[in-house]
């Protein structure tokens, strides 16, 4: 069996469980997978070889457990989750020689389950970005098109997953950075509702945004790796005591039982025509299976970009404090201690990064932080009473995930406001803090994939799987790019 | 809302409050960038949110706060936390002068 990286996770499993093939097997199909694709995609920037073969061979030897959920599947995960037996940089130079000495409670989750983590994956710097193009090390490249983005930040999850370098990921999602890219990339990404999903051990960008969430090729999977990793933690109190899910059992709806939201403000007239074209025979063929659709208005949604990167910005340039060259991560040595903070973060932080911790600054310095953090928290409140509003009269609100298929790479590198723009799509969700998820409505003229995603009430995940399930039942199955030959 | 020129001559200050100075090369640009970015904030400003509550955070229901119990530490682990530091002296970090 030399195509064993082709399976997905549940395909995966049902082979180990009846001994088709060993974990041992499967994992040297999706390392050799990796470094065949890894020139031409640059979605890694660690590869855990001998430690994932040893894991699987230690696993073939015990035998199938079925109290695991996930023995034997090998994961790839963005580098932002601190593992203590491997790098984590979050793309950025300030990490670049960082070993964590503690693990976030996801890898730890993983881990137990029988997870078997393969590399760890590229990711816009501090996961500021929406294209990978930020990441210290090195851009990402889309499986569909090698001269064309990811998306980001978790660009290199997305791309690993639709690679086939691994069935399943873990990525983070602050304002869209699960969904875009999975949207981008033609893989299916799930973003948990803010509380669902301990965020101890991530490198922190947001803390009041920032949720890691699972990609995978199918939505079932997506589930099946939410539910290994959501509900509380003792060591995150942000996490939710609203009870989990069975979401390995998913609850599909009847076409007919299910009404999708259509918020105008995200279905611009100027969609590019081949994405345009994409979204409609995937609304005809819900509508024909009897799935029933509302207009419905967001009427703040305007106001959501400015809000957003106010309010993250804030939050990030007190999280990036932290990175002064003292305990840990780059240092510039001088010998004068503040001159010292301020080459350390001038040469350890990127442009992007940089600009972040300036408008954070700025926005909570004295004489502007009414007018423009308190401000942006308040409007925050409008957005998200619109969306509640307008998921009071459906089960779902559906959506393009991108407002154009994957660019050419450095199209917009120098253009940050058109870039911050573009998330328009994806960041209300989380201002609002609800759960949506991406799939692959199907390939635009150029081949490259087009994403739609659906958004939630708070903590229900399982009526957005749902959905999703449905969804993917009735389009046309994504194949998968052909990158090597 | 405020002066977006004034807020881009204060780039200078800006930069040292969050201790990221930028190559002189690189100023412009940021200072340029900052100022389309601050004057597109501004749209916040056709918005009337008069007795609006400020939203922080999403979360709803969080975990309560802990039993006030202590808890082991980690001494077996201060020795690589200690070697993540870029210098030590002994048992503790070690930074410039400041006096």
Redesign the interface.
């Known amino acids: 069996m030399t195509d064993l990286w082709r399976l997905d996770l549940a395909q995966a499993t049902k082979g180990l469980k009846k001994r088709d093939f060993s974990v041992t097997e499967l994992v040297s199909s999706c390392l050799a997978r990796l470094k065949a694709t890894e020139p031409i995609i640059d979605a890694t920037l660690a590869v855990f070889e001998e430690e994932a073969l040893k894991t699987a061979k230690e696993l073939d030897q015990r035998g199938y457990d079925p109290s695991q959920e996930l023995w034997g599947l090998p994961l790839t995960i963005k580098d932002v989750f601190c593992l203590n037996d491997g790098p984590t940089t979050a793309g950025s130079k300030e990490l670049a020689n960082?070993?964590s000495?503690?693990e976030a409670t996801v890898v730890q989750r993983l881990r137990r389950a029988g997870a078997i983590f393969l590399a760890k994956t590229n990711c816009d710097e501090f996961a500021m970005g929406s294209s990978t193009e930020f990441s210290a090390f090195k851009p990402t490249r889309n499986p569909w098109d090698p001269t064309r983005i990811p998306g980001g930040s978790s660009g290199g999850a997305a791309a690993s997953v639709v690679a086939g370098q691994a069935p399943g990921a873990f990525g983070t999602d602050t304002g869209g950075s699960i969904r875009q890219p999975a949207g981008l990339c033609g893989c299916v990404g799930l973003k948990p509702s803010?509380?669902r999903v301990s965020r101890y051990g991530i490198v922190a960008y947001a803390s009041?945004f920032d949720q890691a969430g699972p990609l995978a090729m199918t939505v079932s999977d997506c589930a099946r790796l939410l539910t290994v990793v959501a509900g509380?933690d003792?060591r995150?109190?942000?996490?939710?005591?609203?009870p989990t899910s069975d979401y390995l059992n998913l609850k599909i709806p009847k076409p007919a039982d299910l009404v999708l939201g259509l918020p105008k403000e995200l279905w611009p007239e100027d969609l590019p025509a081949g994405l345009a074209a994409v979204l409609k025979e995937a609304k005809k063929l819900l509508t024909e299976a009897g799935v029933k659709f509302i207009e419905v208005d967001l009427p703040?949604l305007?106001?959501a970009?400015?809000?957003y990167?106010?309010?993250a910005s804030a939050e990030a340039?007190s999280n990036l404090?932290r990175y002064?060259?003292?305990?840990?991560?780059?240092?510039e040595?001088?010998?004068?201690?503040?001159e010292?903070?301020?080459?350390t973060?001038?040469e350890g932080?990127g442009?992007e990064a940089?600009?972040r911790?300036?408008?954070?600054?700025?926005v909570l310095?004295s004489?502007?932080y009414e007018?423009?953090f308190?401000?942006?928290?308040?409007?925050?409140?409008?957005i998200?009473q619109d969306i509640a509003r307008a998921l009071s009269q459906c089960h779902c609100l559906f959506a393009p995930v991108a407002s154009r298929s994957a660019w050419p790479l450095g199209a917009f590198i120098?253009d940050?406001?058109t870039v911050?723009q573009m998330d328009l799509m994806t960041l209300p969700l989380n201002?609002?803090?609800g759960p949506g998820l991406c799939l692959s409505a199907g390939l635009d003229p150029d081949r490259l994939p087009v994403g739609a995603q659906l958004w939630g009430r708070?903590?229900d995940e399982m009526g957005v799987l749902g959905a999703g399930a449905l969804l993917e039942s009735l389009w046309p199955p994504l194949e998968r790019p052909k990158i090597v030959s | 809302m405020t002066n977006n020129r004034q807020a881009a001559l204060s780039m200078a200050k800006l930069a040292r409050l969050g201790q990221t100075q930028s190559e002189a090369s690189q100023a412009d640009q940021l200072a340029q960038d900052f100022d389309r970015i601050v004057s597109y904030m501004a749209i916040l400003n056709e918005l009337d949110t008069t007795n609006i509550e400020p939203m922080y955070s999403p979360m709803v229901d969080p975990l309560g706060p802990r039993d006030d119990e202590p808890r082991p530490s980690q001494p077996q682990k201060s020795e690589a936390i200690l070697g993540q530091a870029p210098e030590t002296v002994g048992r503790f970090f070690s930074v410039p002068r400041i006096f």
């Open positions: 960082y070993q000495v503690f803010y509380g009041s509380p003792d995150d109190s942000t996490v939710s005591r609203i703040n305007r106001y970009v400015a809000s990167y106010i309010l340039s404090a002064d060259g003292i305990r840990y991560g780059f240092r040595p001088k010998e004068d201690l503040v010292q903070y301020a080459q973060r001038a932080l442009p940089r600009r911790v300036l408008l954070g600054t700025f310095s004489g502007y007018a423009y308190r401000k942006a928290a308040q409007v925050r409140r409008l998200a120098d940050p406001l911050y201002l609002y803090g708070p903590f």
